[in-house]
Nanobody
Framework: QVQLVESGGGLVQAGDSLRLSCAAS????????RGWFRQAPGKEREFVAA????????YYADSVKGRFTISRDNVKNTVYLQMNSLKPEDTAVYYC?????????????????WGQGTQVTVSS
């Protein structure tokens, strides 16, 4: 089993920044990719970013490319999502998800473990 705990969400104004953290415990996960997804009210959960096991490869949704940066610290078993130039359309619950296969996935159904989510609200 893997437990994921997100933190760092909050209420900010458009143009502000936030950094989300996702700490993992349980099974060893440092050799697998991890991702961030988000879900706005009335919408499906969507891919935001993912990072390979060693941080060598990162992937972003077009909507956040250039504004968000994903990174990881395998010593701390933690993945981060630095979000800059936030927009009201970034408002959602942000979820961390653990991939337990080779490579990396982009669909929510491909991920094995999920955190409880952290709310990000961006006011205009």
């Amino acid at each position: 089993q893997v437990q994921l705990v997100e933190s760092g969400g909050g209420l900010v104004q458009a143009g502000d920044s936030l950094r989300l953290s996702c700490a993992a415990s349980g099974r060893t996960v440092s050799t697998y990719a991890r991702g961030w997804f988000r879900q706005a009210p009335g919408k499906e959960r969507e891919f935001v970013a993912a990072i390979s096991w060693n941080g060598g490869n990162t992937y972003y949704a077009d909507s956040v490319k250039g504004r968000f940066t994903i990174s990881r610290d395998n010593v701390k078993n933690t993945v981060y999502l630095q979000m800059n130039s936030l927009k009201p359309e970034d408002t959602a619950v942000y979820y961390c998800a653990q991939w337990m296969n080779h490579g990396v996935g982009f669909a929510p159904t491909e991920y094995d473990y999920w955190g409880q989510g952290t709310q990000v609200t961006v006011s205009s």
